[in-house]
């Protein structure tokens, strides 16, 4: 079992920086692909990222591949989001996802444990 909560969420500017983190709970961290998804207003929830057990593995949303970042540290039970060059498209609401399958994981059936999402809002 795991629980999952989000930060770092704010208001930037169009071209800014911003890194979000996901806190786990557990022992069981490590076993567990990790992955982003966003939902804007009115719009459904899509895949951002997502990374391997080991953290070997990533994948991205053709949207944000090159300029954002998945990456893990499992000692810290935390998995975290680079952006960079963010765009005014990039505002939603972001959730952290853990899944119990070591597949490709892309599809929010997918996965198993939510968290409550953080809020990025980039203005242009």
């Known amino acids: 079992q795991v629980q999952l909560v989000e930060s770092g969420g704010g208001l930037v500017q169009a071209g800014d920086s911003l890194t979000l983190s996901c806190a786990a709970s557990?022992?069981?961290?490590?076993?567990?692909?990790m992955g982003w998804f966003r939902q804007a207003p009115g719009m459904q929830r899509v895949f951002v990222a997502a990374?391997?057990?080991?953290?070997?593995?990533?994948y991205y949303e053709d949207s944000v591949k090159g300029r954002f970042t998945i990456s893990r540290d499992n000692a810290k039970n935390t998995v975290y989001l680079q952006m960079n060059s963010l765009k005014s498209e990039d505002t939603a609401v972001y959730y952290c996802?853990?899944?119990?399958?070591?597949?490709?994981?892309?599809?929010?059936?997918?996965?198993?444990?939510w968290g409550q999402g953080t809020q990025v809002t980039v203005s242009s």
């Open positions: 996802a853990a899944s119990v399958g070591g597949l490709v994981a892309v599809r929010a059936y997918q996965y198993d444990t």
């Open positions: 557990g022992r069981t961290f490590s076993s567990y692909t």
């Open positions: 990374i391997t057990r080991s953290g070997g593995s990533t």
